[in-house]
């Protein structure tokens, strides 16, 4: 089975701290991708990476930084110096490929608070 | 990347009533799928619509409850069938493009009194 999860459920923050958001996920697949979307409040869902199980170089795009560790299972994603813009709810979500399967299936969230 | 639109972006419906929502995307798809997403919930995938074939849908949705229709590769239609309270929810469409991603569109936010 597939299955992708995010204990955190909500995390509060002073603006400029850093912020690890965690995701552990679990597949038979060899490959797969995984990926991290942010929906603030107006609803939309943003995607902001895709990573495939063959990639686990890190990845820093401005502040935010991603932290790919297939031994642990792990997408873990840091935000640096945070802000207010930042709050949203951040899902992490798994893609497998095997026997043409594609769904994505998504963590239950993450609600981040950012506050001034 | 995609382009998407979701028409309505929200709606209020009595109960009993059904609703139709419409998925547009600028450039020709395969695949385009719906979710639902409960108050304070995650995304669940309701169906995934293949252009000239039936969709196929997830376990706990059935055509009857959530019919599908999908015409051509840039548009689907969802609709949602006999409404209850318990079908509010945002409702999202997306596509997969480039390298097995997802984009969705902007949501219809949907509430059954």
């Not at chain 1, 923050?13 to 991708?33: A, F, G, H, M, S």
Request: glycine share 6%.
């Amino acid at each position: 089975a597939q299955k992708v999860t995010q204990a955190q459920t909500e995390i509060s923050v002073v603006e400029k701290e850093d912020v690890t958001l965690d995701c552990v996920y679990e597949t038979r697949d060899t490959t797969y991708y995984l990926f991290w979307y942010k929906q603030p409040p107006s609803g939309e869902l943003v995607f902001l990476i895709r990573r495939n199980s063959f990639d686990e170089q890190n990845e820093i795009s401005g502040r935010y930084s991603w932290n790919f560790q297939k031994s642990t299972s792990s997408f873990n994603f840091t935000i640096t110096a945070s802000q207010v813009v930042d709050s949203a709810v951040y899902f992490c979500a798994l893609r497998g490929i095997s026997g043409g399967y594609n769904k994505l299936i998504f963590g239950a969230g993450t609600r981040l608070a950012v506050h001034p | 990347s995609a382009v998407i639109s979701q028409k309505p972006s929200r709606d209020i419906c009595q109960r009993g009533t059904s609703l139709t929502i419409q998925c547009q995307v600028d450039s020709q798809v395969t695949m385009m799928f719906w979710y639902r997403q409960q108050p304070g919930q995650s995304l669940t995938l309701i169906a995934t619509a293949n252009q000239g074939s039936e969709a196929t849908y997830e376990s706990g949705f059935v055509i009857d409850k959530f019919p599908i229709s999908r015409p051509n590769l840039t548009f689907s239609t969802l609709t949602v069938s006999n409404m209850s309270p318990e079908d509010s929810s945002i409702y999202l469409c997306s596509v997969e493009v480039q390298g097995n991603t997802q984009y969705f569109g902007p949501g219809t936010r949907l509430t059954v009194l």
